[in-house]
């Protein structure tokens, strides 16, 4: 069974940081791009930060750039978010979702077959 499963969300200040962390389980990741995507209620969903297969390209929505770091170990089956000085308006569910290893479309969700359940980040003004 393919799943992505996230965690490390929760509660911050804003200014604070936290973690987010979605851990492979039925697939390989080495074998998928793979990226961050948010949805705050009533909005839409957007790509916050996607990563080539091998780790070589990286995309970042304007609104985050220079606040947070994709990363992934292929080793671990593991990818992470790094996300500094948050605001506010970074409050969302955040969801991993991986895309077949192929042609890379950033953070094109339609290109993004499978999705994990998300995990909620809270940031307190």
């Known amino acids: 069974q393919v799943q992505a499963v996230e965690s490390g969300g929760g509660l911050v200040q804003a200014g604070g940081s936290l973690r987010l962390s979605c851990t492979a389980s039925g697939f390989t990741l080495a074998n998928y791009h793979m990226g961050w995507f948010r949805q705050a209620p009533g909005k839409e969903r957007e790509g916050v930060s996607c990563i080539r297969w091998s780790g070589t390209t990286t995309y970042y929505a304007d609104s985050v750039k220079g606040r947070f770091t994709i990363s992934r170990d292929n080793a671990k089956n593991t990818l992470y978010l790094q996300m500094d000085s948050l605001k506010p308006e970074d409050a969302a569910m955040y969801y991993c979702?991986?895309?077949?290893?192929?042609?890379?479309?950033?953070?094109?969700?339609?290109?993004?077959?499978?999705w994990g359940q998300g995990t909620q980040v809270t940031v307190s003004s």
């Open positions: 979702a991986a895309a077949v290893r192929g042609d890379w479309y950033g953070c094109q969700s339609t290109s993004y077959a499978y």
